[in-house]
């Protein structure tokens, strides 16, 4: 079952902050989160285990809620280097599923 | 460690034409998957590896698909008689197992396949 991203899409100001939310209508064991831009292939940044770990990479964090089988990403004072397609992968017998994708646009 | 290699980068063939792709996967790893994405989607999971033994196949994957990992080191995706609906980026990952759950996947650049 594929997790459920929102929102689609978002378009953001140098320095603002947003919000990935990575839904799924399974239990969730882990969540990967990638990044990928344009013509490139998705880059991994972190990985959330159930158990709810907020983890961090850079001034881009994520948590794990089980209860809510959600994960979210959260950017803060979003650079222009953070402008990508981030993804969501849920952990199926082995390998993963990805979300459909939030697309990010972070403008100067 | 050079990370997931793919080659080609691109591939443009005729309709109704077979094509092969190759991945070299990071070196230890012993897990090896093919995902397909198409413009605005996810990677869509086709079929994985652990070492040479293919564990799984997607349902929806058509049966002109073909991959082999004989070896357990790279693996071919090969496409039959290719359709103009064939046309994707063929995304190459690898891991060591999952059994701890701290690992995750690496991807390749990835092969652009364009059917005419």
């Known amino acids: 079952q594929q997790p459920v991203q929102s929102p689609q899409a978002v378009i953001l100001r140098e320095g603002e902050d947003a919000v990935i939310n990575c839904s799924s209508s399974?239990?969730?064991?882990?969540v990967h989160w990638y990044r990928q831009k344009h013509g490139e292939a998705p880059v991994f940044l972190m990985i959330?285990?159930?158990?709810?770990e907020q983890k961090g990479h850079e001034k881009i964090s994520a948590s794990f809620n089980e209860k809510k089988q959600q994960s979210s990403l959260y950017l803060t004072a979003s650079q222009l280097s953070y402008s990508g397609t981030y993804f969501c992968g849920t952990e199926g017998q082995g390998k993963l599923i990805f979300g459909q994708g939030t697309t990010l646009q972070v403008k100067p | 460690d050079t990370g997931v290699s793919q080659d080609p980068r691109h591939k443009i063939t005729k309709r109704g034409q077979n094509v092969t792709f190759r991945c070299d996967p990071i070196?230890?790893?012993?897990?090896l998957y093919w995902y397909r994405q198409t413009l605005g989607q996810g990677p869509e999971f086709l079929t994985y590896?652990?070492?040479?033994?293919?564990?799984?196949k997607s349902r929806l994957l058509s049966d002109r698909f073909s991959a082999e990992r004989p070896k357990g080191s790279f693996s071919t995706l090969e496409i039959q008689r290719t359709e103009q609906g064939d046309s994707a980026m063929y995304l190459c990952?690898?891991?060591?197992?999952?059994?701890?759950?701290?690992?995750?996947?690496?991807f390749g650049p990835g092969t652009r396949l364009l059917v005419l």
């Open positions: 070196s230890e790893h012993n897990r």
């Open positions: 990952a690898s891991s060591l197992d999952w059994t701890s759950r701290q690992e995750t996947q690496y």
């Open positions: 959330l285990l159930k158990g709810g």
């Open positions: 399974k239990a969730l064991y882990s």
């Open positions: 590896f652990q070492n040479e033994a293919q564990l799984e």
